[in-house]
């Protein structure tokens, strides 16, 4: 049931969306000259996939967890694009390729071992990850490893197609912070 809706979801807002997405690559290409940004994360089964966002951060930042980055790499257009959570729009072809979920557990990097480690043991894997799940409406992000695949592995236990539509209201409604960055030094 889940993956019909993720597939009528995703197919909607990628058509009723396009509009949005085009402006926001038309101004993404005049704030960074690369609009789009591909990474490299951690799906089901620990199979590695390509996540599409919008680039929020100048395209020379290291490509590292998020909380690891200094809060001077997001570009102007980038702050707002973080703040609206519109910078994950593009996932929504993800979801449609069935490598995620529109709720789960946030896919990881590759390089996030002890996250990795900490969630293969409670069998996080199992699932695909998602766009926004129970992590991001509790602001739990990838700087507290245990933490958050205790949250995940929570999350998978006790869900059902109502906390599907419960997380992404909340999500809409603006519950949850996004990733952290490291502040200026």
Known sequence: ??????????????????PVLLLLCVLGYFDTRSPLFLQRRVGKNKKVFVLVKFR??????????????DS???????GFLRKTKLDELPQLWNVLKGEMSLVGPRPCLPTQE???????RRGVFEV?????G?????EIDMSTPELLALTDAEMIKTFSVKHYFV??????????SGDRVRPNE
Do not use: C, N, W
């Open 1 to 18: 049931m889940i993956r019909i809706l993720d597939i009528f979801f995703s197919a909607l807002g990628l058509l009723f969306g396009f």
């Open 56 to 69: 929020t951060m100048k395209p020379d930042t290291h490509s590292v967890a998020s909380h690891l980055v």
């Open 72 to 78: 001077s790499s997001i570009t102007p257009l980038g």
């Open 114 to 120: 002890e996250l990795i480690g900490e969630r293969d």
């Open 128 to 132: 695909r990850p998602g766009i926004t």
């Open 134 to 138: 129970l992590a991001q409406v509790k």
């Open 167 to 176: 997380y992404i209201f909340q999500t809409v409604a603006g519950k949850g």
